[in-house]
């Protein structure tokens, strides 16, 4: 299956450092990349969606200037959490989806980044 | 708006027996529904999905699902649990197909010797 791969696996920062996140699909182009916010014992939550080329689009009540999301290319999203908090301490997972005539529209998962802010 | 409910945080069974992890929906139009993996460490893995086809769908790993409209039903099923299915399993629900993804809270399977 096609893969996608998160780094860093793990970080730990300060409080009020940025933080960034890459997503990078390994061996297809990913037209569309979604983040999502997992919380203990929690359900994923979609916090956006990157399209390569456009801004993302955010969902409800997640702070766009708090979470920077860039789609500079086919295989590269990045999330950077801008003065980090210990509130934002969680796990972020970034999912892709083929793009051209291969879509299937299936999501591929990252391993996700566990953010720890102290 | 969709939501999916997942009864049971935690699922324990035992090597050879009978696997039943719950996940009930709510959806406004037809729905797409989808029951996904998540090993330690690792991101999520598609075992199946439901997209209007056979109500009976058959994943990878010897899991199934059976949609039931009538119950907003679509749990998730194995004969006879083996080691390595110890995982945490999530439900999700969409009504465009793969695109937003609505999960529930997920359900830890452990399976005993």
């Known amino acids: 299956g096609a893969v996608v791969s998160q780094h860093p696996s793990r970080v730990i920062c300060k409080s009020g450092t940025s933080v960034k996140i890459e997503c990078r699909s390994l061996d297809f182009q990913a037209t569309t990349m979604f983040w999502y916010r997992q919380f203990p014992k929690k359900s994923l939550m979609l916090m956006a969606t990157s399209n390569e080329g456009s801004k993302a689009t955010y969902e409800q009540g997640v702070e766009k200037d708090k979470f920077l999301i860039n789609h500079a290319s086919l295989t590269l999203s990045t999330l950077t959490v801008t003065s980090a908090h210990p509130e934002d301490s969680s796990f972020y997972i970034c999912s892709a989806s083929r793009g051209g005539i291969s879509n299937t529209g299936e999501l591929f998962f990252g391993e996700g980044s566990r953010l720890t802010v102290l | 708006a969709q939501s999916v409910t997942q009864l049971g945080s935690h699922v324990s069974v035992s090597e050879g027996a009978l696997v039943l992890l719950r996940c009930n929906y709510s959806s406004s139009v037809p729905p797409y529904l989808f029951w996904y993996v998540q090993y330690p460490n690792q991101g999520l893995q598609l075992l199946l999905k439901y997209t209007s086809a056979a109500t009976l769908v058959k994943g990878i790993n010897g899991f199934e699902a059976e949609f039931k409209k009538s119950e907003t039903s679509f749990h998730l099923t194995k004969p006879s649990a083996h080691m390595s299915d110890a995982a945490e399993y999530f439900c999700?629900?969409?009504?465009?197909?793969?695109?937003?993804?609505?999960f529930g809270t997920g359900t830890r399977l452990l399976v005993s010797p």
């Open positions: 999700a629900v969409s009504n465009t197909g793969f695109q937003k993804l609505v």
